[in-house]
């Protein structure tokens, strides 16, 4: 498998577990559009924040190879007209849900033939951007035994922030090292656990948000676009920061552009067929301003892929300074329509939550 099929399915599916649980929470708990406004948000967060990030912070120039951009930019684009079909309507229906998951069944076998399609378009080594690299065998940051994480401290020369924040995450890093075994011993076991912690933290999360937007009036949309669309594009922004630093600058844009599709996708269309089956009846948005603010998607994409056609493919600068600032007036367009345009806003205090207030 090649390193940028790699960032597009595994790595893309493994950093879109917050998004998952998130449109799970959103659609059998709140019932409110938290979900479709992280996903949305998450994905503009993907590909302009991580553009921005890995342009401006890692350092370097990274050239990118031209095929996976345009192939995941592609699907992408696709996934994005899907899901306007889907909302246009404000209401999603089983078919429309299942067409989702379809697509993406597409979308992965389109990828495990890529080697193929990408034959007809370009002459291509065999050889060429494949995975030959045993990720456990890494050492560079040996990770730490269970004695050692829990008794390391900040060294006397270290800065006060840094002695605040280890005080700060302490407490989680305890924890996680006493439920979580290491990935070297039971790889698959501390995968499970992993998801799991996900899972949790998602869940309050999104309860958290939905309950202080209500109180301070701020649309449960608008908290998904922005705060919680961040918080869970963590992962991808860690990963693809650290790839791109290795010098595997297209597993990184795969990584974020795969997110979207796996998030538009399956994110959203497996919580809603599940919904549907169990309901019998069509999904209704609250929000009237969400189909506007997918198809800005499309505006997004096509101003990064312009970037890298600029600068012949290298993610630079140039293309980090661009996406940020494009990334600041998409919010800043985004949050505007959505609080124009909103017509109700999740009530959490109606009898529809009191089972969940009363325990």
Known sequence: ????????????????????????????????????????????????????????????????????????????????????GVLYDSKVNIYEAAGLLVFYVIYTIALALDRRIQGLFRKMDKERDMLTEDPLQREEEPIKSFKETLTSRPGPDDGIVKKIWWGIKYPAVVVLAITTPSARSILALSMLLAVIWISIISYFLTWFLTIVGYNIGIPDSIMGLTILAAGTSVPEVVSSFIVC?????????????????FDIFVCLGLPWIIMLLITKEDIVMHSTGLAITIG????????????????????????????????????????????????????????????????
Do not use: H
């Not at 553009?51 to 345009?70: E, F």
């Not at 600068?317 to 329509?337: A, M, R």
């Open 1 to 84: 498998m090649s390193y940028d099929v790699a960032g597009a399915t595994f790595l893309a599916a493994a950093t879109s577990a917050p998004e998952l649980f998130v449109a799970c929470v959103g659609t059998f708990i709140t019932k409110g559009d938290i979900g479709i406004g992280t996903i949305v948000g998450s994905s503009v967060f993907n590909v302009l924040g991580i553009a921005a990030i890995c342009g401006i912070c890692t350092g370097m120039a990274s050239p990118l190879d031209w095929w996976p951009i345009t192939r995941d930019t592609f699907w992408y684009m696709v996934s994005i007209l899907v899901l306007f």
């Open 296 to 359: 800005m998607l499309m505006v997004t994409a096509l101003i990064v892929y312009a970037c890298f056609l600029i600068t012949k493919f290298v993610l630079g600068k140039f293309v980090g300074w661009t996406s940020l600032v494009v990334y600041i007036i998409f919010l800043g367009i985004s949050t505007y329509i959505e609080m124009t345009m909103l017509g109700k806003v999740c009530d959490i205090e109606s009898e529809e939550y009191s089972q969940y207030l009363d325990k």
């Open 245 to 261: 630093r290795k010098g595997y600058g297209s597993m990184a844009m795969c990584n974020a552009i795969g997110s979207n599709t």
